[in-house]
């Protein structure tokens, strides 16, 4: 019987928002950096495959890595703090959340930096509806660390996995026992039930498809 739902942040409960390269553009130009922002994924979205968590000094490395440019601490520590600040209210997903958080303990697993993406929530205005927050600080999925992490007190068996990569979010759930949703729009057949996005997980909980697989 699942207890606990754990969620993934980013293509889950938050899509892409082009704000996101404003962010990046904008403590560009606070540093003085000449650097073309749309480059931002360069070093962003390559990170979690070489480290095993989010930390600022190999951050900092990183970016150096790969720009060969040298940035302070405080570049990175003000980056996070204005990705904070972008995530669009929908009131369709407080709605959502709140009926969830009726049935079910709520948790959010996210590769990234914590203090970031928890700004995000609140942003967002649904902060308040998860128990935990982990972010990328300790584990990076698909460690099974950080699924177990997120689980807490219950047991993997006990807990579904809801997110929008099956290799990064649903595959090493699995693996510890974990149930799964994953959400994608493409027509490939997947071990666990799919959605096209975060709205119809309300269908699959309500026909007992997760207990049956």
Not at 25 to 39: G, M, P, Q
Not at 49 to 74: G, S
Not at 182 to 199: A, G
Request: aromatic share 16%; hydrophobic share 40%; with cysteine.
């Amino acid at each position: 019987m699942i207890k606990k739902v754990i969620f993934d942040l980013d293509g889950t409960l938050i899509n892409w928002q082009p704000e996101y390269l404003v962010a990046f553009k904008k403590v560009l130009a606070e540093f003085k950096i000449n650097l073309d922002y749309h480059r931002q994924s360069e070093f962003a979205s390559t990170y979690e495959k070489i480290y095993a968590n989010f930390n600022l000094d190999d951050f900092q490395q990183h970016f150096y890595n790969v720009y060969h440019i040298q940035a302070p601490k405080e570049f990175f520590e003000k980056y996070l703090q204005y990705l904070g600040y972008v995530s669009p209210k929908e009131p369709r997903l407080n709605q959502l959340l709140e009926e969830l958080s009726f049935d079910y303990e709520l948790a959010v697993l996210t590769n990234w930096f914590r203090c970031s993406q928890f700004a995000r929530l609140k942003t967002a205005g649904i902060a308040h509806f998860f128990n935990e927050v982990i972010g990328g600080d300790e584990y990076i999925k698909p460690n099974p660390n950080s699924y177990l992490l997120a689980a807490g007190n219950y047991y993997p068996t006990e807990c579904l996995m809801v997110g929008d990569s099956y290799e990064i979010d649903i595959k090493g759930a699995l693996d510890l026992g974990m149930k799964g949703i994953l959400i994608s729009k493409d027509d490939r057949m997947y071990e666990v039930p799919t959605i096209k996005n975060i709205y119809e997980i309300k269908r699959v909980l309500k026909k007992g498809e997760i207990d049956e697989r």
